[in-house]
């Protein structure tokens, strides 16, 4: 731990000291986040999974006030995988649940600050109502500017990849596309992000170093951040603490770093 994450846990550093740490130029664009840990976060405290789920809803409301503020333009949340639905049916349910309620609580606040919301995954597989909700919602959102906030819903990257391929072969057979045509920018057009950025940072909570199948092709290039914190205790100052170790890094794409001369 690095002296401004032990004060962080012990609560003796204020957000403003952070917030001025921080420059504002070089800010991500696009940050991607992983929110795991809520049901440890509640076997903790001895109380049902579901406690964490509602307070990682908490904690998400922190990182997208700090998002708005700092004008980052793209979040993209994994909020349920499609490995989750091997989850026993009643955490299914109370998720799927929670889920409506927050985008019904939500929706208002999309349009105030207008952000547009961009669900990606197989959506078709949500059970209707959602999806119904889910739909209306990025249909009403789709011309605002401020930020896009994707958020995966019964996503998994290789899915993802295996149905852009589908797309693909089905346009070769059709002869509107041939095989040498296929390059990376027109793969990546049949992908569920496309004309999001890639990822510049990507969040994981709760310890677990790997990336669950989220987003495999569009992290290739992507700074990892890896924390201890629960998701539930994942809040402003911990937002800030993982924008501050991301300006810390050198972003060198394959190439020498930028000090070196040939
Ligand atoms: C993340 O928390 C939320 C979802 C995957 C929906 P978990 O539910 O995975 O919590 P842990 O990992 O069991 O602590
Ligand atoms: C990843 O967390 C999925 C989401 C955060 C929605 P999991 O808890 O499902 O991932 P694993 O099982 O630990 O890899
Ligand atoms: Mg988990």
Not at 20 to 49: C, F, K, T, Y
Not at 123 to 141: G, R, W
Not at 155 to 179: C, F, H, N, T
Request: hydrophobic share 35%.
């Amino acid at each position: 731990m690095n002296e401004f994450e032990t004060a962080v846990e012990t609560r003796h550093i204020a957000e403003e000291e952070l917030r001025d740490q921080l420059e504002l130029e070089s800010l991500p664009q696009h940050i991607a986040i992983i929110m795991d840990g809520n049901g440890r976060w509640a076997a903790q405290r001895s109380l049902p999974r579901i406690a964490g789920h509602k307070e990682g809803l908490r904690a998400l409301q922190d990182v997208l006030d700090i998002g708005y503020e700092l004008n980052i333009p793209y979040l993209t949340i994994y909020a349920f995988s499609q490995e989750n639905w091997n989850r026993p049916e009643s955490e299914i349910r109370l998720l799927m649940g929670l889920l409506e309620q927050y985008l019904t609580k939500e929706r208002q606040r999309f349009h105030e600050r207008k952000v547009r919301f961009l669900p990606i995954g197989r959506l078709e597989q949500l059970p209707s109502s959602v999806l119904a909700l889910v739909s209306e919602i990025a249909d009403e959102t789709r011309h605002h500017t401020t930020q896009t906030l994707a958020v995966a819903l019964s996503y998994g990257g290789r899915a993802e990849i295996i149905d852009a391929v589908q797309q693909l072969a089905l346009e070769v057979q059709m002869g509107s596309l041939s095989p040498d045509q296929i390059d990376e920018d027109r793969f990546e057009q049949h992908l569920t992000t496309w004309g999001l950025p890639d990822p510049d940072l990507l969040i994981r909570t709760s310890g677990e170093t790997r990336i669950s199948n989220f987003l495999p092709w569009q992290i290739v290039y992507t700074e990892l951040y890896f924390t201890r914190t629960l998701w539930p205790d994942f809040r402003r100052c911990e937002t800030l603490l993982a924008l501050l170790d991301y300006q810390k890094r050198e972003r060198r794409f394959g190439r020498v770093p930028q000090t070196v001369s040939s």
